[in-house]
């Protein structure tokens, strides 16, 4: 037999060629008759010869046994009559069912007929649990226990039981039942029409809720689609629900496709959302403080319905949940608090009547005369109108209004203001000296400046304390543009200001500061710089008075044509007295590059004077010629002390020659070799005058060193003198010394020794003394512990003699009293009676056995005899 696709069928049949076939015990074979072409079956225990027309189609195979709570599937199963019994045909052979199925369940071993089949092999019963079912359906009509099934049908078999398979029915699935707890629900869904277990009837699709807590298994049409939980309610969460087609809510209020409602702790705890709605989400509570409003856009209204493109302010202390449709309008917002120089830009959305006024804007309305009075006493705002509230007032915006800005009183010192412009107007002004908030109508203005001037007004560089920086420290910071420009003009300075509007400059001399107006601009000086002087090299806001210098180089041309190049310097100032007319003072600013014009001016004037004269005469007198060409002559022809541009008023008060070097340079280096000539003589005098001086006073050096040396030598000879004295005496101490201190410490030495005796035969004495008195007190010691120790010992043996004693007398009265007296009387009688028994058994009335070698004592021994024979005879 083998198993294939789980249908147990026997093997490929193979003839068997013995002739004698032994069949076991519930075994079995097929037989062919091959003259009838037919098979019977021949079970065991049985030995089959076989025919010469049979063939045996497989060697003897096992009957097939289904044990308790198994079964199994034969296909193609033979026909039974009322009695079980197999049906044949007339040609012997049994009747098959065919393409029937047969399911056997426990039974006697049994074989296969030929043409069954095994479909299934033998499989356990399946057992049916308490809160599962098998969902079966019919593949056959047929009637069970009184009920007909037609094909097609599904039901369920419950447990607990086992489930006994039939052929007309298949097992579609496992159903288990599914536990429902508090706070939950299982949706379910027909698959066909029919009555739920709830005794309602259902349509094919149609979804419902099941929420009894317990175990529920569905019906054989019933299907669980999930398990709903409940959403749990509290004051703050409450549910967003949509429903999906009509029905009546919880609360038995009917409910249209596509409505949404809010479902909150009011109206129940726990929520199991039904089939016929969804939720949207959950909401979180909406809590505002004292202090905090919020705006709904399209609030719900007392209907019920959302109130589209509409809004309510909502203000604090409140909670509530916000409905469906519902929204907030920039969240949650503080209320306005504001305070003595804090004020709101407001602008009205819609026609509104205003009660909220103050009296600031009720006279500007009343200037204006354009303010109406409603009949209520408050001010009717029109869209698009704009008006300030300030504080201090704690404002929270209606919805008609919108807040446009939150404004704050700038304060400003008196060299501080700002640059504000009419939004209506368009005029700019500046605000100085004092705190001023902008209204409803105004703005801060920034005014821009040109890059040159915004970096010498960022660059903070002090115009006298960094005058060789041209570029000044570079720095991140950026310029307010809305505060009113200022800069600080230092002292003996003067800066220029041009107001483009009213065409007109001021010029503003220092120590002062200057504050522009919106239309004003500052002068920018460009000066000549560098040596030789460049145009355009320095930046200026303001020009230094004076006095004050500049350097410049030049070429002049002698008139034996020597070039030489001029390194001069002149002092200068301005000649304006402060405070200066207003013609003065535009003057000083009238010519641009003062320093290049002057410049250029004294250089054309140096190089006619120059041109004039020879180099020698020009070597030598080179200050007066220079002085006379730059500064002239006067009436008197003597040379001026300063030369005056009458143009800016600017005065030069002294040249300075810093160098004249050549151009040439044959020129060059002739004039350094005589002035290297001139030098070397210089130099070879003074060098031979320092050697007299060197060589007298070293003969002065050499006589005080003679003098020092003879000295010297007279005080060490005094000093060797007193050397002698002190060794002669230090000897004379040093043999006395010696040996005085020799006897005297030979005398201490035996004294030493002879304590040292003393002390030594003291010692041993007190020694030997101690040894002898340790050594008693040890004997003495010892013979004591030793007689305690005999006496311990003598004591313990003689304990342990009483106690063995009463312990042998124990031991003996308790063996008597355990033998009893009647029992020893017995024991002392055996002896002697065993031996006259065995005296009278061989006939011997008396005997004696010895060895020979002791003596006998014939009459006691017959005395002895005789006494025991009496006894025996009483």
């Not at 002559?633 to 008060?653: C, H, T, Y």
């Not at 311990?792 to 355990?818: G, N, P």
Request: aromatic share 6%.
């Amino acid at each position: 037999m083998s198993t294939k696709g789980g249908n147990r069928v026997p093997e490929q049949e193979v003839p068997v060629e013995a002739s004698i076939i032994r069949i076991p015990p519930h075994h079995y074979i097929h037989v062919l008759d091959q003259n009838t072409n037919i098979a019977r079956v021949e079970t065991g225990p049985l030995t089959y010869i076989r025919q010469d027309n049979e063939r045996v189609l497989f060697a003897p195979v096992r009957m097939i046994m289904v044990p308790p709570r198994h079964y199994c599937v034969i296909i193609n199963p033979v026909a039974r009559d009322d009695d079980d019994q197999v049906l044949f045909d007339q040609c012997g052979q049994a009747k098959l069912r065919h393409a029937d199925l047969e399911i056997r369940l426990t039974q006697d071993p049994f074989p296969l007929y030929p043409g069954e089949e095994m479909q299934q092999d033998v499989t356990p019963l399946q057992i049916v649990y308490p809160d599962t079912a098998l969902r079966l359906q019919a593949l056959l009509d047929f009637e069970e226990e009184g009920e007909k099934r037609v094909a097609g049908d599904e039901w369920l078999f419950e447990g607990p039981g086992t489930y006994i398979p039939r052929k007309e029915v298949v097992v579609l699935e496992t159903i288990k039942a599914t536990v429902i707890t508090e706070n939950q629900a299982i949706r379910l869904r027909a698959r066909k029409e029919g009555v739920g277990r709830d005794v309602v009837r259902r349509v094919t699709g149609e979804e419902w809720l099941v929420k009894k807590v317990g175990a529920y298994l569905p019906a054989a049409h019933e299907e669980v689609l999930d398990i709903v939980n409940a959403f749990i309610l509290t004051d703050k969460k409450a549910l967003h629900v949509r429903a999906l087609r009509p029905f009546k809510d919880a609360g038995g209020r009917n409910r249209r496709t596509g409505e949404e409602w809010l479902v909150t702790i009011a109206d129940r705890e726990a929520h199991i959302p039904s089939v016929a709605e969804e939720v949207v989400d959950v909401v979180n509570v909406t809590t505002l403080s004292s202090r905090q409003y919020c705006v709904i856009l399209d609030p719900v209204g007392p209907d019920g319905k959302p109130q589209l493109g509409q809004k309510r302010v909502v203000k604090g202390e409140r909670s509530f949940f916000l409905q469906p449709g519902e929204c907030l309008e920039h969240g949650i917002q503080d209320v306005y608090v504001l305070s003595e120089d804090e004020g709101l830009v407001l602008r009205a959305v819609e026609t509104f009547v205003d009660t909220e006024k103050q009296e600031e804007e009720e006279e500007e309305e009343q200037t204006a005369g354009r303010a109406k009075r409603s009949r209520t006493g408050g001010i009717v705002r029109r869209p698009g109108d704009r008006w300030m509230l300030r504080g201090p007032i704690e404002y929270v915006p209606p919805a008609t209004v919108e807040v446009l800005l939150k404004r704050q009183a700038i304060p400003l010192d008196e060299n501080e203001g700002i640059y504000v412009r009419d939004i209506k107007t368009g005029k700019v002004r500046a605000v100085m000296g004092h705190t001023y908030m902008l209204t409803q109508d105004e703005e801060l203005w920034q005014k821009e400046l040109p890059s040159n001037v915004e970096a010498l007004l960022m660059a903070a560089r002090d115009p006298l304390a960094d005058r060789s920086d041209r570029t000044g420290p570079s720095e991140n910071k950026q310029r307010d543009k809305t505060r009113v420009v200022s800069y600080r003009v230092p002292h003996n300075a003067a800066a220029q200001v041009y107001d483009y509007r009213e065409k007109k400059a001021r010029v503003v001399f220092g120590p002062d500061m200057v504050m522009l107006g919106p239309d004003e601009q500052f002068t920018v000086l460009s000066l000549s710089g560098d040596k030789p002087k460049r145009a355009n090299v320095i930046k200026a806001i303001c020009l230094l008075l004076g006095p004050d210098f500049f350097t410049d180089m030049i070429t002049i041309e002698t008139a034996d044509h020597a070039r030489l190049q001029l390194q001069l310097s002149y002092n200068w100032h301005f000649d304006i007295k402060v405070p200066a007319s207003p013609a003065d003072a535009a003057a000083v600013f009238s010519v641009p590059d003062f320093v290049g014009d002057a410049c250029k001016a004294i250089a054309s004037r140096i190089r006619g004077a120059v041109a004039s004269v020879q180099f020698d005469d020009f070597h030598k007198n080179s200050n007066r010629i220079i002085c006379s060409a730059v500064f002239g002559f006067d009436e008197k022809l003597a040379v001026r002390p300063s030369l005056r541009f009458s143009q800016n008023s600017l005065v030069i008060s002294s040249v300075d020659i810093q160098s004249v070097e050549p151009v040439d340079q044959r020129t060059r280096d002739a004039l350094q070799k005589s002035v290297q000539l001139a030098i070397e003589i210089t130099t070879n005098s003074q060098e031979a005058a320092a050697r007299h001086e060197a060589e007298r006073l070293e003969q002065e050096a050499r006589g005080k060193l003679e003098r020092q040396r003879i000295t010297d030598q007279a005080e060490a000879e005094r000093a060797r003198k007193e050397l002698l004295e002190l060794e002669a005496l230090s000897a004379a101490v040093e043999s006395t010394g010696a040996a005085k201190a020799e006897a005297q410490s030979r005398a201490e030495s035996a004294h030493i020794q002879g304590e040292a005796a003393v002390s030594e035969a003291k010692l041993k004495a007190e020694a030997q003394r101690i040894e002898a008195e340790a050594e008693l007190q040890r004997l003495s010691k010892a013979r004591e512990q030793e007689l305690n120790y005999k006496k311990e010992l003598d004591h313990l043996e003689l304990e342990k003699q009483e106690r063995m004693a009463q312990i042998e007398t124990q031991h003996f009265k308790e063996l008597v009293e355990s033998l009893g007296s009647s029992t020893l009387a017995e024991m002392a009688r055996a002896g002697p009676e065993l031996k006259v028994k065995l005296l009278q058994a061989l006939g011997l009335k008396s005997t004696i056995i010895t060895d020979g070698a002791s003596p006998i004592n014939l009459f006691t021994t017959a005395n002895g005899l005789l006494g025991a024979l009496q006894s025996l005879d009483q």
